[in-house]
């Protein structure tokens, strides 16, 4: 069960009374094309930039992030599943706004890592009510750009994937590599010979029934 702040608990409670503003925060942290570095953008779905305090995902440190607005950020419904299922979640924005532009060609974001947090503004004062939870931890599946009509407007969508559980779907591939398993024999003058055909077994050809 997830921990929720008593304060962002209290806006939810108080939320027919006092209403509520939610706003979605969302960081990719793509690479660099030309050195391979990481590089960290983040956008959220208000209407101006704003530095933000959030606590990481990935490595679990809290920090103080920009977050561009205006750029006409939406986040689909992130599914709560008790299962084992890879969960999508769609990311869109606005394909002519600056940043979203600087992200998806100024950067490589295949595979990029993706970070979700739900935060609340008081209704009143529209400030945070508390740091904003994380909800989702994913990874980039895709980033098509749309190519609109003359007169309209294109937009980006992303689509994440869960990355604790499309993690367990990942093949090892030292499972059946021979230099790998002669690494953790314990005996390498003599390793285990069992994986030494791996790599090209598939494309042998067996005759059954019929002599070489």
Known sequence: MRDVDSSFLAALQNARERGIVPRKLISMTGRDFETGDPALMSFWSGDEDVT???VSGITGATSSRLFYGNVNLTVSSIPRVADLTIQTVTVAASQI???IQALVRGLDVRLAKVEIWEALLDPTSRLLVSTPPLVFLGEVDGS????PEVGGEGSVEISVVSD???MLTRKNPQKSSFEAQKLRSPNPASPDQFGKYAASIRSWSI???VKD
């Open 52 to 54: 933000m305090t959030v």
């Open 144 to 147: 098509p750009i749309t190519t």
């Open 164 to 166: 604790a559980i499309s």
């Open 207 to 209: 005759p059954w029934g």
């Open 97 to 99: 706004a600056e940043p």
